[in-house]
């Protein structure tokens, strides 16, 4: 008798479970609605984009009144996801959505959007998406650092897993005793070979290259600066460097903040095999401000920008051309340098020039003048086709400021920074470049919770894609940014 009242009791738990599963499967399942021509509007704007496969979920707040919120998110294959919201902030169950974007490569999503209000449902129009075949690179590695430009405080270099949601620093000032650290670059989205600075207290390079962590000082007695911005050459061993000597200025003008302006600028190259640097004539020239440098995929090309020697006063008349010298490693000896794009004889400048892993195009920005172009709100990203030589403005720009940019390793998929939200706060920015060299539309860096960028306030400051974690941390970092830095003895080469 007591057995069968065992079995009699499981087996009403049992059913029991099932209800309660179906019930909360369905929540969220709108079955009598009214139907509304309309387009809810949502942040981030999710909608009409191209995303990876393997992209985590892109959670969001709808931005309208209601009693109950409801989202249906379904794909030709699968279980369609459905949640149920008070106060319109959506989250997504990250299971359930890489399931789905997992069954659903190269096909298109729909995320339908539903409103109860007095009592009736009503249904909006529907967001169709596009799942990308190319997966993105799974980290992304960021500054962050307060937007003003007359104080900061705290600061660090993150790293972010695009696949979810987990963020850890790869290393923080306050381990520093706080002081300034920029410029991350990473060679061929490779995450075992980057650098950064350290400036001021504890100053120098820390370079991570075939698995050694070296810090070094690039200044020599024949070089303007230590080494500012890098960009490391396709083979590992050898790092371009602007040397600047910069001056800022600061706008009493509302809507314009702060001018950065090169008085001196050249290129060196630095050896990290051998520690040395050294220039020539073709990237420091003694008319010119030589900056921004980038290498061809086969390393056979420094491209970088250039601009002609004008007086401090007249900073708005130096604009910056794209040019490119080409290199043989084997003399580690440059040739004749060429003009990619005449921007100034058009009245533009460029800067930020970065090329796609595949060498098909040259992504840069283009402002009125100068080369610090987070603070111009008419800088724009432009794209160069270098096989046809056809220059085009992709339909990604907003009426703020488009700065830094890079590819990803597959050459599909590229992140900006923008300062597009409320002009001030720079975050990363993703845009989709199809094998027919279409741009799609871009999309904001996805957090966990859907009101994260209405509270979070820091800029994220060069955002660069690495196809790995980066196996660094503050406590392995800490004793090699406190040691003294490696001199770096000069070599001029003619």
Same mark, same amino acid.
């Given at each position: 008798?007591?057995?069968?009242?065992?079995?009699?009791?499981?087996?009403?738990?049992?059913?029991l479970?099932?209800?309660?599963?179906?019930?909360?499967?369905c929540?969220?399942?709108?079955?009598?609605?009214?139907?509304?021509s309309?387009?809810?509007?949502?942040?981030?704007?999710?909608?009409?984009?191209?995303?990876?496969?393997?992209?985590?979920?892109?959670?969001?707040t709808?931005?309208?009144?209601?009693?109950?919120?409801?989202?249906?998110?379904?794909?030709e294959?699968?279980?369609?996801?459905?949640i149920s919201?008070?106060?319109?902030?959506?989250?997504?169950?990250?299971?359930?959505?890489?399931?789905?974007?997992?069954q659903?490569?190269?096909?298109?999503?729909?995320?339908?959007?539903?409103?109860?209000?007095?009592?009736?449902?009503?249904?909006?129009?529907?967001?169709?998406?596009?799942?990308?075949?190319?997966?993105?690179?799974?980290?992304?590695?960021?500054?962050?650092?307060e937007?003003?430009?007359?104080?900061?405080?705290?600061?660090?270099?993150?790293?972010?897993?695009?696949?979810?949601?987990?963020?850890?620093?790869?290393?923080?000032?306050?381990?520093?005793?706080?002081?300034?650290?920029?410029c991350?670059?990473?060679?061929?989205?490779?995450?075992?070979?980057?650098?950064?600075?350290?400036?001021?207290?504890?100053?120098?390079?820390?370079?991570?290259?075939n698995?050694?962590?070296?810090?070094?000082?690039?200044?020599?007695?024949?070089?303007?600066?230590?080494?500012?911005?890098?960009?490391?050459?396709?083979?590992?061993?050898?790092?371009?460097?602007?040397?600047?000597?910069?001056?800022?200025?600061?706008?009493?003008?509302?809507?314009?903040?702060?001018?950065v302006?090169?008085?001196?600028?050249?290129?060196?190259?630095?050896?990290?095999?051998?520690?040395? #640097?050294?220039?020539?004539?073709?990237? +420091? *020239?003694? =008319?010119?401000?030589?900056? @921004? /440098?980038?290498? $061809? %995929?086969?390393g056979?090309?420094?491209?970088?920008?250039s601009?002609?020697?004008?007086?401090?006063?007249?900073?708005?008349?130096?604009?910056?051309d794209?040019?490119?010298?080409?290199?043989?490693?084997?003399?580690?000896?440059?040739?004749? #340098?060429?003009?990619?794009?005449?921007? +100034? *004889?058009? =009245?533009?400048s460029?800067? @930020? /020039?970065?090329? $796609? %892993?595949?060498?098909?195009?040259?992504?840069?920005?283009?402002?009125?003048?100068?080369?610090f172009?987070?603070?111009?709100?008419?800088?724009?990203?432009?794209?160069?086709?270098?096989?046809?030589?056809?220059?085009?403005?992709?339909?990604?720009n907003?009426?703020?400021?488009?700065?830094?940019?890079?590819?990803?390793?597959?050459?599909?998929?590229?992140?900006?920074?923008?300062?597009?939200?409320?002009?001030?706060?720079?975050?990363?920015?993703?845009?989709?470049?199809d094998s027919?060299?279409?741009?799609?539309?871009?999309?904001?860096?996805?957090?966990?919770?859907?009101?994260?960028?209405?509270?979070?306030?820091?800029?994220?400051?060069?955002?660069?894609?690495?196809?790995?974690?980066?196996?660094?941390?503050?406590?392995?970092?800490?004793?090699?940014?406190?040691?003294?830095?490696?001199?770096?003895?000069?070599?001029?080469?003619?």
């Amino acid at each position: 008798m007591i057995k069968e009242l065992l079995h009699i009791k499981v087996g009403f738990q049992s059913v029991l479970l099932g209800l309660l599963i179906f019930t909360t499967g369905c929540s969220g399942d709108i079955k009598n609605y009214k139907e509304v021509s309309q387009n809810l509007p949502i942040f981030p704007d999710y909608a009409g984009i191209t995303l990876p496969p393997n992209i985590a979920p892109l959670n969001f707040t709808i931005h309208a009144k209601a009693e109950k919120y409801s989202v249906k998110i379904s794909a030709e294959i699968g279980k369609p996801i459905l949640i149920s919201s008070a106060d319109g902030n959506i989250i997504i169950p990250i299971n359930q959505w890489k399931t789905l974007l997992g069954q659903n490569r190269g096909k298109s999503i729909q995320v339908d959007l539903f409103l109860k209000k007095e009592g009736q449902w009503l249904k909006y129009n529907t967001i169709t998406n596009h799942i990308a075949l190319d997966s993105i690179d799974p980290y992304l590695v960021y500054r962050l650092i307060e937007p003003g430009y007359e104080t900061w405080n705290k600061m660090g270099i993150y790293q972010r897993c695009l696949e979810n949601y987990n963020e850890s620093p790869v290393m923080i000032n306050e381990m520093s005793d706080g002081n300034c650290m920029n410029c991350h670059s990473f060679s061929q989205n490779n995450h075992n070979t980057m650098l950064f600075h350290v400036r001021a207290k504890h100053g120098g390079t820390i370079i991570m290259r075939n698995g050694k962590i070296t810090k070094v000082d690039t200044k020599t007695d024949s070089t303007l600066s230590a080494g500012v911005y890098p960009a490391w050459h396709p083979g590992g061993r050898y790092v371009a460097f602007s040397v600047n000597r910069i001056v800022q200025s600061f706008h009493a003008i509302p809507d314009r903040k702060i001018e950065v302006v090169d008085t001196l600028s050249d290129l060196i190259l630095y050896d990290a095999e051998t520690n040395k #640097v050294f220039n020539h004539k073709s990237i +420091s *020239s003694a =008319n010119s401000y030589e900056t @921004f /440098p980038t290498w $061809s %995929p086969d390393g056979k090309f420094l491209y970088f920008c250039s601009a002609k020697f004008q007086l401090y006063k007249d900073y708005q008349q130096i604009k910056y051309d794209l040019l490119r010298v080409s290199f043989d490693t084997a003399t580690e000896s440059f040739g004749t #340098v060429d003009t990619v794009i005449n921007a +100034s *004889s058009d =009245n533009y400048s460029i800067s @930020f /020039p970065r090329i $796609s %892993p595949n060498g098909e195009y040259l992504m840069y920005t283009r402002s009125r003048y100068g080369n610090f172009t987070i603070w111009h709100d008419d800088s724009d990203l432009f794209l160069l086709n270098l096989k046809s030589g056809e220059i085009s403005k992709p339909d990604i720009n907003s009426d703020k400021s488009e700065s830094y940019h890079n590819w990803s390793s597959s050459s599909r998929w590229l992140v900006f920074s923008s300062r597009r939200i409320d002009g001030h706060y720079t975050r990363p920015y993703f845009t989709y470049i199809d094998s027919l060299g279409k741009v799609h539309k871009p999309f904001l860096l996805p957090q966990k919770n859907p009101e994260f960028y209405v509270h979070f306030l820091k800029s994220y400051n060069i955002p660069e894609m690495v196809t790995s974690k980066i196996p660094l941390d503050p406590r392995k970092l800490e004793k090699i940014v406190k040691s003294e830095a490696q001199k770096a003895s000069f070599e001029k080469k003619l």
